[in-house]
C-alpha cells in the first residue's frame, strides 16, 4: 500500500546521502506506516530506534502560532492590536526603501536590502502581521543588534531582550506590503511571553507540552542535556551535494545552530527540540481540534490570509499562508495545512482526508528539501488515490 512512500524514503539514504530518517502515518487518529531507517549517528554507526530527539526549527513555527491562538481565544492579545503596544520599540521603526533586495545566497529564500534610504514607516506592525510574515522583518540573525545584545547580555540574549532589540533594525518593506519568511514568529515568542507573564517557553510547557504529555519537548534545553539530541549533520550550503558523506557532511553541534542567538534565547521560529512521536501528538491535537484549539480557533489559523499583493512573494507553490502555517490553495487540489524545517522536518495535516504526516531528519541544507512534499503525496496517494 505504502510500497511508493517507502522507496522515496530509502531514496534519501541511498542516493542523496541522509545518514537516517523517520516517517510516520495516521489516517484518522490510527498509525497506518511507520518507518525509520538508517543511522542516527553515522560515524558510530548507530542504528535510529524511533525515539530520537531533534532540532525540528522552523516546524517550532506552528507550535509557536498555536501558542499565540490559544491567546487570541482567551482575548489576551488580538489581530488587530499594534505591536508597540506590547513591545513599545516598535512605535516608531524605520523602512528601508529603494535599493535592491537581494538573495543571501547561502540562503536564498532570505533577502538583505541593499542600498536606498531609511525612512520612517507609514504602517504600524500588527499582532496579525506577526502570524502572517508580513511585518517587514528579515531572517538576519547576525544582525547589528543582535550582536550588541549579546555584549550586552553576556551571550544570554533573553527573548523579549532580543525582540525589542530588533526595533532598531530597518524594515524590508512597509508592515503588511509583502510577505517575507523573517523572524516574525520569534518576536511573536516575545509577544506571548510579555502578554501570559511567563517565560514563553514555559507557557508552551504548560499549556501545550503537558497538556499533550509532550515530555522529550523543549524550546530551551538545558546545557547538560545536549548529548540527547541526535546527531546533527550539515551538506555544503552551496552544492548541497551528498553523496559523499565522508567529505559533504559534517557533524555539527546539536545546539540550534544559527537561529540560537543566546543561551536564553527561546526562538519562537526555530528553536523546539522534540521528537517524532511528540510532534504527532501535536499534529494530532490540531487536526481534531477541541483539545488546545478550539475548532473555530484552527479553522481561523488555517484560512488563508493573504491578499493578492501579499501572495506575490510567498514562495510555497500550491498553498497560500494563514497564521502561522501554509494553508490548501482548493483550486490547486491542495488540501493539507502545515509547515517544514531546515534540518528535514515536515508536516501536513489534512483534516479534509484526515491525514496526519510528518517526516524526520537531521541534516541541514540537504537536497531532500524541495522533495519532501513528494513524501506526503505518496503517502494521500495511497490513502485517498489521489
Not at 85 to 108: K, M, Q, S
Not at 234 to 245: A, G, P, S, V, Y
Not at 364 to 380: C, E, T, V
Amino acid at each position: 500500500m505504502f510500497e511508493e512512500l517507502e522507496r522515496l524514503q530509502d531514496s534519501f539514504i541511498n542516493d542523496y546521502g541522509i545518514p537516517g530518517n523517520d516517517c510516520i502515518v495516521l489516517k484518522d487518529g490510527k498509525v497506518v506506516y511507520r518507518r525509520f531507517a538508517g543511522y542516527s549517528d553515522l560515524e558510530n554507526r548507530i542504528p535510529m530506534n524511533g525515539k530520537e530527539i531533534y532540532n525540528i526549527y522552523s516546524c517550532s513555527k506552528p507550535i509557536t502560532a498555536a501558542a499565540g491562538m490559544q491567546l487570541i481565544e482567551k482575548g489576551v492579545i488580538r489581530l488587530e492590536d499594534p505591536l508597540y503596544e506590547y513591545i513599545p520599540e516598535y512605535r516608531n521603526v524605520y523602512v528601508h526603501t529603494g535599493g535592491e533586495l537581494v538573495p543571501d545566497p547561502a540562503f536564498p529564500k532570505r533577502v538583505t536590502r541593499v542600498g536606498g534610504e531609511f525612512v520612517p514607516a507609514k504602517n504600524v506592525i500588527t499582532i496579525k502581521d506577526l502570524f502572517c510574515m508580513t511585518a517587514g522583518f528579515s531572517y538576519d540573525t547576525d544582525a547589528k543588534c543582535f550582536k550588541e545584545l549579546w555584549d550586552e547580555t553576556d551571550g544570554r540574549c533573553p527573548t523579549v531582550e532580543a525582540a525589542r532589540a530588533l526595533a532598531k533594525e530597518p524594515l524590508l518593506f512597509e508592515p503588511g506590503a509583502q510577505w517575507e519568511y523573517s523572524l516574525c514568529l520569534d518576536v511573536l515568542a516575545a509577544v506571548i511571553e510579555i502578554a501570559s507573564g511567563k517565560r514563553f517557553g514555559e507557557y508552551v510547557r504548560e499549556n501545550i507540552f503537558e497538556p499533550l504529555d509532550m515530555k522529550d519537548s523543549t524550546f530551551l534545553l538545558p546545557a547538560e542535556k545536549l548529548d540527547a539530541v541526535c546527531a546533527q549533520y550539515q551538506c555544503d550550503i552551496f552544492t548541497r551535494e551528498m553523496k559523499n558523506c565522508g567529505k559533504e557532511i559534517n557533524n555539527v553541534d546539536c545546539r540550534c545552530h544559527p537561529y540560537k542567538i543566546g543561551s536564553e534565547y527561546e526562538s519562537g521560529g526555530a528553536g523546539c527540540i522534540s521528537t517524532l512521536e511528540d510532534y504527532v501528538k501535536f499534529m494530532e491535537a490540531l487536526r481534531k481540534g477541541g483539545v488546545i484549539l478550539s475548532k473555530e480557533t484552527t479553522d481561523l489559523m488555517t484560512t488563508d490570509m493573504l491578499n493578492a499583493q501579499q501572495k506575490k512573494t510567498f514562495w510555497q507553490a500550491g498553498y497560500s499562508y494563514g497564521l502561522g502555517v501554509r494553508v490548501p490553495d482548493p483550486k490547486q487540489g491542495t488540501t493539507d495545512f502545515g509547515w517544514s524545517g531546515a534540518a528535514g522536518a515536515y508536516m501536513a495535516i489534512d483534516r479534509i482526508n484526515g491525514i496526519t504526516f510528518y517526516y524526520a531528519q537531521h541534516v541541514l541544507f540537504s537536497k531532500i528539501l524541495d522533495m519532501r512534499a513528494d513524501l506526503y503525496s505518496a503517502a494521500r496517494r495511497a490513502l485517498t488515490g489521489r
